[in-house]
């Protein structure tokens, strides 16, 4: 199995920036592409972004294009979520999840693996 560990979350204030990291196994890693999803209280988890494996091509939610930006690092076997100006409504549980395919993909059932989240906080 594939084991996901993201890192990175906290509380911060409205504007305020902050990056997530993803650690995965190598040999998995480097096969598949990566997304990012948060699941804010009570409401539904949400696709937020994803990248190739390859590095080129990426998805991002309407709601953060132009202040998220997902990235990966296939050597260090690692996927970054850096987000700037971030809003209240920012705050959620983001996790990590590996799809079982090259190209990034938008829908949660596509993605099988998954992290057990950080808390992402950003106060008004």
């Known amino acids: 199995q594939v084991v996901l560990v993201e890192s990175g979350g906290g509380l911060v204030q409205a504007g305020g920036s902050l990056r997530l990291s993803c650690a995965a196994p190598g040999r998995t890693f480097s096969s598949r592409a990566m997304g990012w999803f948060r699941q804010a209280s009570g409401k539904e988890r949400e696709f937020v972004a994803a990248?190739?494996?390859?590095?080129?091509?990426?998805e991002y939610a309407d709601s953060v294009k132009g202040r998220f930006t997902i990235s990966r690092d296939n050597v260090k076997n690692t996927v970054y979520l850096q987000m700037n100006s971030l809003k209240p409504e920012d705050t959620a549980v983001y996790y990590c999840a590996a799809r079982c395919y090259l190209s990034p993909s938008r829908v949660v059932s596509e993605y099988y693996y998954w992290g057990q989240g950080t808390q992402v906080t950003v106060s008004s």
């Open positions: 990248i190739s494996r390859n590095d080129d091509s990426t």
